[in-house]
């Protein structure tokens, strides 16, 4: 059974926040702004939502994958 939950990031950026915004809501940007973060693939896409499926190293240096839905809200 898949679990669905909810991440938190947090960080203290000095940029305007349209430029902010559109780092995390161009998925592809990704690898480049969570270290973490392998690899991004759009499984769905449309302007409003995306269903994209994340590829990103853990604690424990596995390679972990999940499919996550995100909705925009400018």
């Given amino acids: ?22 780092l995390v809501a161009d998925a592809m940007l990704g690898p480049l702004v ?8 759009y499984l769905d896409h449309t302007a409003a939502s995306e269903r994209i499926r994340i590829w990103a190293v853990d604690d424990d240096d596995r390679v972990r994958c ?3 839905c995100r909705t925009r809200d400018p």
């Fill in 34 to 41: 969570f270290p973490a973060t392998a690899a991004v693939e």
């Fill in 66 to 68: 999940w499919t996550s």
């Fill in 1 to 22: 059974m898949a679990t669905s939950t909810t991440p938190v990031h947090e960080a203290e950026l000095a940029a305007p926040a349209d430029v902010l915004y559109e």
